[in-house]
C-alpha cells in the first residue's frame, strides 16, 4: 500500500508541459496566465477610482507578469521567459527599417539608439542586477545582421560563395568562442577541510545586512593551531579577513581574485563583469573572451567593407560611410546601408574594448585592479586614463602576455594552508 501511495504522489507531481510552479509554490497552467492576478486587479482598481498606487504595487504586478510569461517545454513543466531578451526582438528591426526611409531619420535612429542602450547599461548597474537585454541584443544583431546580408546583399549578385561563405564561417567561429567564454570564469570554491571554526565579528561586513543578529554576523574562518603570541596572532587574523575573507561567499580568495556583485560569486583573477555575454570575464574565460572580441571585429569589419562595396561601388571603402549618393534611391539599398552604418557603432565600441584588453594584458593589470587603483591614485597613468600600470604583477610585455596564455593551466592553485591565513 505505501508504494502504491508513493506511486500516486509522484505522477501526481509529475508535471506536464504546460504546467508550472508559480511564485506562490502552487501548481499552474500557462494557459490561466492572464487569471486570478490580485495584484493587477488591486492596481487597476486603484487607477479606476484616482486613488495613490501602493509603493509596491508596481513591482509586485511585474513580479506576477514575469512569472507567468512561460512557453511549454517537452522535457518537464513550463519555463519561464525572461522579458529583457524581447525589446531588442522589437526594437532593433522595427528602428532600422524606420531609419532607411530617409537619411534624416537615420541620423535621429542611430544617434538615439546607442543613447538608450547606454541610459539602460547604467540604470542597471547602478541596481547591480542581471539582465539578458545585451546579450540578447549581441546575439540578434549578429544574426538579424546576417540575415540581412543573405537576403538583401546577396541577390544583388556582387558578392560571391567566396565571400559568403569567408562571412559564415566568422559567424559561426564567433559563436563558438561565445559559448566556451559563456561556460565558466574561474569561481572560487569553498575548501571545507579547512574551515573549521566560528568568529563572530560585531561589526557590519561588506555586502551583508547590518541590522542582523543585532549587528554580529557568524562568519565561518579558518583559525591555526599554532605557537605564538594571541597579540600578533588577532593583527593577522584581522588583516586576512579584510583583505582575503569574502563574507558573502565564506571563502578564503587568492591574490587577484574578487567579487562580483552582480553575480553573486568570487572569480579568479577577476577582470570585469561583462554586460554582452552576461558573466564574469576571469581566469578561466579571459583568453576566450578575447579570441570572441577578435573574431566578432574582424567578421564585422569583413562584412561592412563587402555590404558597401555592394550598395556603393563608384566610392572608396574609407568615404562610402560618409558620402554614398543615391544609396536612398531604394528602400533595400537605404536598409543595407543604415545596418552598415549600425555594425560600425558597435564595431568602434568593441573595438575600444580590444584595445583596452590588450593594453591591460600588456600591463598585466586586470580592470577591476585599474579602477581601483585609479580610485586610490596608487597607479600610472596616461592618455586619459587608458593606460593603467600598478608595477606590481607586470615582468615586462613578453613575460606579461606569456602568463596570460597559460593561466588557463592554473585553475586550481595550491590551497593555502591553515597557518597562512591568519
Known amino acids: 500500500m505505501k508504494k502504491r501511495a508513493n506511486k500516486v504522489k509522484e505522477e501526481e507531481e509529475t508535471l506536464c508541459c504546460c504546467e508550472y510552479v508559480n511564485r506562490h509554490g502552487e501548481r499552474s497552467n500557462v494557459a490561466a496566465c492572464c487569471c486570478d492576478c490580485e495584484d493587477l486587479d488591486d492596481a487597476c482598481d486603484r487607477f479606476l477610482k484616482r486613488e495613490p ?34 525589446p531588442p526582438l522589437i ?15 537615420g541620423i535621429v535612429v542611430l544617434t538615439a539608439l546607442p543613447g538608450l542602450v547606454l541610459w539602460y547599461y547604467y540604470f542597471t548597474h547602478r541596481k547591480k542586477g542581471r539582465t539578458l537585454f545585451f546579450l540578447s541584443l549581441a546575439l540578434f544583431s549578429l544574426a538579424y545582421m546576417y540575415y540581412l546580408f543573405v537576403t538583401e546583399v546577396l541577390p544583388h549578385g556582387d558578392i560571391g560563395l567566396v565571400q559568403l561563405s569567408v562571412v559564415t564561417v566568422g559567424v559561426i567561429l564567433t559563436l563558438v568562442a561565445l559559448v566556451h567564454t559563456k561556460r565558466e570564469p574561474g569561481i572560487v570554491l569553498p575548501k571545507p ?12 561586513l561588506a555586502d551583508r545586512d547590518p541590522d542582523l543578529h543585532g549587528g554580529g554576523q557568524d562568519v565561518t574562518m579558518t583559525v591555526p593551531n599554532r605557537a605564538g603570541s594571541a597579540e600578533q596572532s588577532g593583527v593577522e587574523l584581522k588583516e586576512s579577513s579584510r583583505r582575503n575573507w569574502c563574507p558573502v561567499c565564506r571563502v578564503v580568495r587568492p591574490p587577484r581574485a574578487g567579487h562580483c556583485r552582480i553575480c553573486g560569486v568570487c572569480v579568479l583573477r577577476l577582470d570585469h563583469h ?42 572608396h571603402l574609407l568615404t562610402a560611410l560618409l558620402y554614398c549618393p543615391g544609396v536612398y534611391n531604394q528602400y533595400s539599398t537605404a536598409l543595407c546601408f543604415t545596418c552598415a552604418w549600425y555594425s560600425s557603432i558597435v564595431t568602434g565600441g568593441l573595438l575600444h ?37 600598478t608595477g ?27 597557518t597562512d591565513l591568519v
Not at 69 to 83: F, Q
Open 53 to 86: 498606487q501602493k509603493p509596491e504595487s508596481l513591482s509586485q504586478v511585474a513580479a506576477v507578469v514575469t512569472d507567468r510569461i512561460r512557453v511549454p517545454w517537452l522535457w518537464g513543466g513550463a519555463r519561464k521567459v525572461d522579458l529583457s531578451i524581447i
Open 91 to 105: 526594437l532593433l528591426p522595427v528602428l532600422l527599417h524606420l531609419a532607411a526611409f530617409h537619411f534624416l531619420l
Open 193 to 204: 577541510e579547512v574551515v573549521h571554526s566560528t568568529v563572530t565579528y560585531y561589526s557590519p
Open 274 to 315: 561583462c554586460v554582452w555575454i552576461n558573466s564574469c570575464v576571469g581566469q578561466a574565460n579571459h583568453r576566450s573572451f578575447l579570441l570572441t572580441l577578435v573574431l566578432f571585429l574582424l567578421t564585422s569589419l569583413y562584412g561592412i567593407s563587402l555590404v558597401l562595396q555592394s550598395v556603393c561601388p563608384r566610392q
Open 353 to 389: 574594448l580590444l584595445v583596452v584588453q590588450i593594453i591591460n594584458i600588456s600591463y598585466n593589470v586586470t580592470e577591476r585592479e585599474a579602477r581601483v587603483a585609479l580610485r586610490d591614485k596608487t597607479a600610472r597613468s596616461a592618455y586619459w586614463g587608458l593606460v593603467v600600470d
Open 392 to 418: 606590481v604583477y607586470s615582468r615586462g610585455i613578453c613575460g606579461n602576455w606569456a602568463e596570460f596564455m597559460t593561466m588557463g593551466d592554473k585553475l586550481n592553485p595550491p590551497s593555502r594552508a591553515p
